[in-house]
């Protein structure tokens, strides 16, 4: 079983930055695809950003492109997510996935099925 827990969320001016991470326990995150969503309220979920077990190859939403960016790092077993120039309508609840498929079918498919984090909000004042 994995269990996926977020750290990072906070309020922050708009231009302003944060950085999320996700910590990992019970299987190693090497053996799948980690990637980020984020819920506003009243709205779905939506896929924001995915990377690949290798941490070669990185998928971004049209609206964070340039502007968040994903990393991994498999020794600490814990990812991250690099948010920059944040706007109001960045304010969700980011939550952290794991997925066994590779990371440009969660891209395509803009949704999981597997393992959730319990979520950390980002509030973006303007």
């Known amino acids: 079983q994995v269990q996926l827990v977020e750290s990072g969320g906070g309020l922050v001016q708009a231009g302003g930055s944060l950085r999320l991470a996700c910590a990992c326990s019970?299987?190693?995150?090497?053996?799948?695809?980690m990637g980020w969503f984020r819920q506003a309220p009243g709205k779905e979920r939506e896929f924001v950003a995915v990377?690949?077990?290798?941490?070669?190859?990185?998928f971004y939403a049209d609206n964070v492109k340039g502007r968040f960016t994903i990393v991994r790092d498999n020794a600490q077993n814990t990812v991250y997510l690099q948010m920059n120039s944040l706007k109001p309508e960045d304010t969700a609840v980011y939550y952290c996935?794991?997925?066994?498929?590779?990371?440009?079918?969660?891209?395509?498919?803009?949704?999981?099925?597997?393992?959730w984090g319990q979520g950390t909000q980002v509030t973006v004042s303007s």
């Open positions: 990377i690949s077990r290798a941490g070669v190859t990185t």
């Open positions: 996935n794991a997925d066994h498929r590779f990371a440009r079918d969660v891209y395509s498919s803009k949704t999981s099925n597997d393992y």
């Open positions: 019970g299987r190693t995150i090497s053996n799948y695809a």
